[in-house]
């Protein structure tokens, strides 16, 4: 009978687990863990396309290849100018050293972080090869007639002479004397005030009437122009010419838009100046020997020195204004320039670690601008051309070959294994420029000459 029962109850336990839900059991920690099982870290191979931003270069390693390629790449661009095959040496492990020409560069491949590194540079694998870059010839100005696209007004060549004596000289006594507090006053000067000297003033600016904060000074020595900048606002200084010392007068000025003082941004106000003193700007002949950051012995011969840098800038301006199109210029007069903008501005980011779409946003960049400036450049330097053929004007071949052979000599002098042959092929790739130095060069001459007109008796 117990046994039937037994029986019974072990039938009946089963029945009931076989018609229950799974209860989970419990680890009392009596069961040992699971064996960690760690995967092996993934191993890259060397081959393939290499860049490092650091040297502005790249490369590719081939498998099964003693030869590598080198791609020059254009400063701030992922882009090349030219390739070079070169000798490859792996060792079959991590070492890979290139030659070309007498020049060896080892490279240490880590198949683990995938990277290729060298004394002083980490390059990364590349998925794309780097574009060309493009590259485009220096127009050459001679093929084109320069009627048929522009007109020359005349050029002002009064004001260029007006100019220089007005900005010269204060830059001269800059450097000798520094900062324009330190310029001395004439005594007891009995001329007015005028564009292009050093005064000394007291003034007190009034919006509506009422001084403004930071907007009264006494003894201030700064720079009248009208032209130059003066390190004030426009306009601050363009009442003070035509004054005498001793003189009080009102000036009226209205900040810029953009000014930082919001309160004072864009409105118009009124300085009422007294003229203390007027400064002495030139120079003993003494002074300008006891400087030595040039060799000049005479105030004059400073000046006169002075010219070449001072006539170019105001005859570039004078020459851009005075030339209108009467029609669009070839796309080949001007690409080479479009591209030589956008190239310095890469190199630009590039040197200050920012993106060139960051850098042209602060620049206020964009492909209209850029192109507009190199269209600029070209109307200029064929305007040049325009007052060659108008004036008579000319080089010769003896000064073309004089500056060629200075490029030449260049060369030589700074790539010390360079051959002759290879200094005459780089000088020939740059025929084009000298010519236009040399046009440039002869047409500044005229203008200056035109701009100084010697006196005769």
Request: proline share 4%; glycine share 6%; hydrophobic share 35%.
């Amino acid at each position: 009978m117990l046994k039937k029962f037994l029986v019974f109850v072990l039938l009946a336990a089963m029945l009931a687990l076989s018609s229950c839900q799974v209860v989970e059991v419990i680890d009392h920690g009596t069961t040992p863990p699971p064996a960690e099982t760690t995967a092996p870290p993934k191993e890259y191979e060397p081959w393939g396309l290499w860049h490092s931003y650091l040297t502005s270069g790249a490369l590719e390693l081939k498998k099964d290849s003693n030869k590598a390629t080198l791609y020059y790449l254009q400063t701030g661009y992922y882009a090349y100018t030219k390739t070079i095959e070169v000798d490859c040496a792996y060792d079959g492990n991590a070492t890979f050293t290139l030659s070309f020409e007498g020049e060896t560069v080892t490279f240490t491949f880590d198949k683990f972080a995938n990277t290729l590194k060298t004394s002083n540079a980490t390059y990364l694998h590349q998925d794309k090869a780097p574009t060309k870059h493009p590259v485009y010839t220096y127009p050459d100005y001679t093929k084109w007639n320069p009627s048929s696209y522009l007109t020359l007004e005349d050029i002002d060549f009064t004001a260029i002479n007006t100019l220089f004596y007005e900005g010269a000289p204060y830059e001269i006594a800059s450097a000798v004397y520094g900062n324009v507090k330190n310029f001395p006053l004439l005594e007891n000067p009995t001329r007015p005030a005028k564009n292009g000297d050093v005064v000394n003033i007291d003034y007190c600016g009034k919006l509506n009437g009422v001084a403004f904060e930071g907007g009264t000074a006494t003894g201030v020595q700064l720079f009248v122009s009208d032209y130059f900048d003066t390190g004030y606002i426009p306009g601050f200084t363009k009442g003070i010419a035509g004054h005498v010392v001793g003189d009080t007068f009102d000036v009226p000025v209205t900040f810029p838009e953009n000014y930082h003082a919001a309160d004072l941004a864009g409105k118009e106000v009124v300085f009422t100046m007294t003229l203390n003193g007027i400064g002495n700007l030139v120079l003993t002949d003494e002074q300008v020997q006891e400087y030595k950051e040039n060799d000049y012995t005479t105030y004059a011969q400073w000046l006169e020195a002075e010219k070449e840098v001072y006539v170019k800038h105001l005859f570039q301006e004078s020459l851009i204004k005075a030339t209108k199109t009467v029609s669009p210029l070839p796309e080949e007069s001007y690409l080479y320039f479009y591209q030589e903008i956008l190239d310095y501005y890469h190199m630009v980011a590039y040197y200050n670690s920012i993106d060139y779409e960051t850098l042209a946003f602060y620049y206020g960049l964009s492909e209209t601008v850029v192109m507009n400036e190199a269209v600029k450049q070209t109307t200029y330097n064929l305007a040049l051309y325009a007052l060659m053929a108008e004036n008579g004007l000319a080089w010769s071949e003896e000064d073309f070959n004089a500056k060629y052979d200075a490029l030449v000599a260049k060369y030589l002098e700074e790539q010390k294994n360079a051959t002759e042959e290879d200094a005459r092929k780089y000088a020939d790739g740059f025929i084009m420029q000298l010519k236009h130095e040399l046009t440039e060069e002869t047409v500044i001459a005229w203008a200056t000459e035109q701009s100084f007109p010697t006196t005769t008796e």
